[in-house]
Each structure stands twice: as C-alpha cells, then as structure tokens.
C-alpha cells in the first residue's frame, strides 16, 4: 500500500500515515477496517451529492413535458 494511493482514494494525510503504520506494523485487519468505514463515507458523500442531480433532472423532465 502506497501513501500516495491512499491520498488518491480521498484520504487525509494523517488518515494516509496511521493506516501505513498499521499495516507496516501487520495490523492490516485494523486498517482494512479504516478504509471499509472511509468507503462508506464516501459514498454516503456521493449520494448526498448525488440527489440535487436527480432533483434537477426530475425538473427538466416535467418542465420539458409541459413545453411539448
């Protein structure tokens, strides 16, 4: 596992260095445990963001019906 690969996947860097330490140390279920919860943030995050784009397509779609 490479420090940087855990930055790509949206980890903070102090999140970066104490999974890396774990995983150095062969703890590595604690730290698969860190980023199953980090995961599920991120696509708790991603649904958030995920509903105004479906509230807006909603919108154009019965807007674009009434207009036809």
Known sequence: MD???LEAAGCTQDFAQ???RMADEGRTD???RM???HRA??????????????VCD???????????
């Open 35 to 37: 980023l199953q919860l």
């Open 3 to 5: 420090k940087r690969d």
């Open 58 to 68: 909603w919108l154009i779609c019965n807007l674009a019906k009434k207009t036809a």
């Open 41 to 54: 943030q991120l696509v708790v995050a991603l649904h958030e963001a995920q509903r105004p784009i479906d």
């Open 18 to 20: 104490k999974c890396q």
């Open 30 to 32: 604690e730290c698969l």
